[in-house]
């Protein structure tokens, strides 16, 4: 059985940082394209940051570079999201989310097969 499973989220002041942990299982996540989403209410849900250790592959949302760091382990089997300088505006649920292919636009969710349950994001003071 395939499971995605986050970690990580609280309440964080205003410059504050905060780390997210996914842990995966069921599936030989070394070899699958891994991304961070995330979508607050009302919203639609949006990609942060993606990575595909295969091909050395990280990407970013603009609005969180230079401010998030994506990376993975493929020993543990765990992909992490290090947020720094975070702002109220990245306040939301946030997710990691695992793809078969490395092909499509890593932005798009319909794209992705498995999905975790979330972990909660708030940044306020």
């Known amino acids: 059985e395939v499971q995605l499973v986050e970690s990580g989220g609280g309440l964080v002041q205003p410059g504050g940082s905060l780390r997210l942990s996914c842990a995966a299982s069921?599936?030989?996540?070394?070899?699958?394209?891994m991304g961070w989403f995330r979508q607050a209410p009302g919203k639609e849900r949006e990609g942060v940051a993606a990575?595909?250790?295969?091909?050395?592959?990280?990407t970013y949302a603009d609005y969180v570079k230079g401010r998030f760091t994506i990376s993975q382990d493929n020993a543990k089997n765990t992909m992490y999201l290090q947020m720094n300088s975070l702002k109220p505006e990245d306040t939301a649920m946030y997710y990691c989310?695992?793809?078969?292919?490395?092909?499509?636009?890593?932005?798009?969710?319909?794209?992705?097969?498995?999905w975790g349950q979330g972990t909660q994001v708030t940044v306020s003071s």
């Open positions: 989310a695992a793809r078969r292919s490395f092909t499509g636009w890593w932005r798009n969710p319909s794209e992705y097969n498995y």
């Open positions: 069921g599936f030989t996540f070394s070899s699958y394209f």
């Open positions: 990575i595909y250790t295969v091909g050395g592959y990280i």
